[in-house]
């Protein structure tokens, strides 16, 4: 995961039956953005996929099964070999600014 602070990347080793509060939690803490209200947009693309692939959405408890199903499926094709989730932080959060009309 990219972290704010140094810009590169960080490896966080979670259990696979961690709850995706938790994992929030722990991506915005590396992140550096717990105190902000607003939030980044979170993606992910498996270590198995292509750099052209999309990243998929990670903003919900229904995206985090579907992300660790793919990380199964993934490990189930190629036998012996760990595959990693690789968390995208969107680096631009829009904000809505109330202005005069």
């Given at each position: 995961?990219?972290t ?22 722990n991506?915005?803490e ?8 607003k939030?980044?947009v ?24 579907g ?13 012996g070999?760990?595959i ?7 680096e631009?959060?829009?904000t809505?600014?109330?202005q005069?009309?």
């Amino acid at each position: 995961m990219p972290t704010a602070a140094t810009g590169g990347s960080d490896r966080v080793k979670l259990n696979p039956a961690t709850p995706y509060e938790d994992v929030l939690t722990n991506i915005y803490e590396i992140i550096g953005c717990s105190a902000v209200t607003k939030k980044p947009v979170l993606q992910y693309r498996l270590s198995s996929s292509t750099l052209k692939s999309e990243p998929i959405n990670l903003s919900s408890e229904m995206d985090w099964e579907g992300c660790l199903e793919d990380v199964g499926v993934a490990e189930g094709k190629k036998k012996g070999t760990v595959i990693t989730i690789n968390i995208i932080v969107s680096e631009v959060v829009s904000t809505k600014l109330d202005q005069p009309v």
